[in-house]
């Protein structure tokens, strides 16, 4: 794996006005996220410097580019795990590893949660959004990875260090799922059903699913992986303090794990393109000042 001083998980306003501060900085940085939502037809009206209003668009493109003049052009993958090293902190995208020193996420709003009866009655009984934290408790039992993408994909497939007894559901959704993932799950004999999850059952925890045509699946484990992965799950398989689906930081943007900072929406407040862009210049402060004393 390619190591780097910081690794920023996200290309918006947050993650891309701290690539700027790190990259003039010269520390060696990493960013990878993909375009924000906002970055569409949308008139931004009251961010400051653009009296005629600008298009999300444009100030996404504005900043991307700045941040590739400093050295750290966005790289478009999706992060799908993030792990303490030895040193460090691993960073797995779906097609790299990086090692980095230092961590700012910067991965906008929280968690999609899926419309499922019972699912909060669950949680903790069954429910889980976090393999790393909780696959253990299901050993050599049915579990099922819930959700439509490579997130999931991977969730599924760490699961399989815990039971052999792994089932895919995409949850009624078009699979995202890209070819070199498919052929794992497939090796490695996980069943995908395709169906939705309408609701869940079980006596003293998680018995079964039930989809939307009556039928049912047992499992014991559900594993909500819908989408991407995002600041919530990476602060849950770390142990990073949360405010509800909120990442915890101080005023120098750190979090309670030292190297690790977040920024923008992901740490709730007001969610906006302009204190989202200070936060990031907050969190880069403050993580080249860990890069420079605990990475070199
Ligand atoms: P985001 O901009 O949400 O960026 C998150 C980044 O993280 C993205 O690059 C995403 O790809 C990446 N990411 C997430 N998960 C992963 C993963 N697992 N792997 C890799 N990358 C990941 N605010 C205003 O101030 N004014 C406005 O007029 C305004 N209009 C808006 C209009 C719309 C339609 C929307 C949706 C929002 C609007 N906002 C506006 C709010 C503003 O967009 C957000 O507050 C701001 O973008 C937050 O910045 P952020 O960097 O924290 O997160």
Redesign the pocket.
Known sequence: AESVELCI???????LSAAIYAGRAGIATKL???????AAD?E????YGFPETIL?RDLHERGLAQAARFGVPAIE???LGLHMAEKGFEVVTAKSKVLACAVIL????ARNRPKIAGLSEFEGKGVSYCVTCDGFFFKNKPVVALGEGNYAASQALELLNYTPHVTLCLHGKKSAIDEDFAARLNKAGVVVVEQAVERLEGENGLDRLVFKDGSTLDAHGLFVAMG???GADFAQSLGLQTSGAYIEVDREQATNIPGIFA????TGGF????T?VGEGALAARAAIAYVKKHCR
């Open positions: 998980i996200g290309a918006g306003p947050a993650g990878f996220g993909r375009t924000p939502k906002f949308y931004i009206d009251n961010y999300g993958e999706q992060v910067a991965t906008g709003v991407e992965a995002s920024a923008g929406d992901c969610l906006q393109i302009s989202a």
